[in-house]
């Protein structure tokens, strides 16, 4: 009966730190889904981002809930509760290593991705689409950064994309691309009417292009992720493991007690 005790102590105590993820992660999916501007946006299409990440968004809501049943099953002692709370756990650890899995052996495409993404969105979304130019807007303001892969990535326009025979001399930089100390006077010059092949102000405007920044944040991102996904893999999988003998060792105390 000791040990009996101080396994439902450690499971409760599990679940205490399932809860706090569970909580943890809804927070932070709810922010990427209510801020545009998190570079994850880029990984996907949209619509396959706001599925993925909905997905994700139920997974956490599941780790809360079969939390709270782990809790509630050890402490009045009721096995249907800790199998659901089991039952729950497995699948979010089904579901959290089939995503990991196919998010490792897709890295090149989501690099591939990412990089055809952000062009298309300077090179043709940006002027059609006022949600993603504020969005790029705010990321080049954030990150410093300027175009895709360079500034040069903004000689584009309509005339450019409809095939227009005559091309155009001049093209516009978004004034998002100056430096946050650069007077606005100075900024207009340096990004309105430049002419094609002329050099371009480096001390008025960001010389890096957002792409190579977007993939850094990405790829640390990711790093930091797997490295707290693996930790948190192993918490979860040690509560599996608790839950089940529980499972068998509260039916024997049931029929004890009978």
């Not at 010389?207 to 993939?215: E, M, N, P, T, V």
């Amino acid at each position: 009966m000791g040990c009996y005790s101080c396994m439902k102590f450690l499971f409760i105590i599990l679940n205490v730190i399932f809860l706090l993820f569970g909580i943890g992660g809804v927070g932070v999916i709810v922010w990427i889904l209510l801020d545009p501007t998190v570079p994850f946006h880029f990984t996907q299409e949209q619509n396959d981002f706001m599925i993925s990440t909905i997905i994700y968004l139920i997974v956490a809501l599941l780790l809360v809930l079969l939390s709270v049943l782990g809790i509630y099953s050890v402490l009045k002692e009721i096995r249907w509760a800790l199998v659901l709370s089991f039952s729950l756990l497995l699948t979010v650890i089904v579901v959290e290593v089939a995503s990991g899995v196919w998010i490792y052996m897709n890295r090149d495409n989501l690099d591939d991705f990412t990089h055809t993404f952000v062009k298309r969105n300077v090179q043709e979304d940006y002027d059609n689409d006022k949600n993603i130019k504020e969005m790029f807007d705010t990321i080049q303001s954030k990150m410093n950064c300027c175009g895709a892969d360079h500034p040069t990535d903004w000689v584009r326009n309509n005339a450019i994309n409809l095939g227009i025979t005559t091309k155009p001399t001049k093209y516009n930089i978004p004034t998002s691309c100056c430096h946050a100390d650069v007077a606005e006077s100075t900024c207009l010059a340096a990004t309105q009417n430049v002419k094609i092949g002329n050099e371009l102000d480096y001390q008025v405007i960001f010389d890096k292009g957002c792409y190579i920044l977007i993939k850094n944040y990405i790829i640390n991102s990711l790093t930091i992720i797997f490295s707290v996904f693996g930790a948190i893999l192993g918490v979860k999988v040690l509560g599996l493991f608790i839950g089940l003998i529980l499972a068998f060792s509260m039916n024997r105390n049931h029929r004890y007690k009978a």
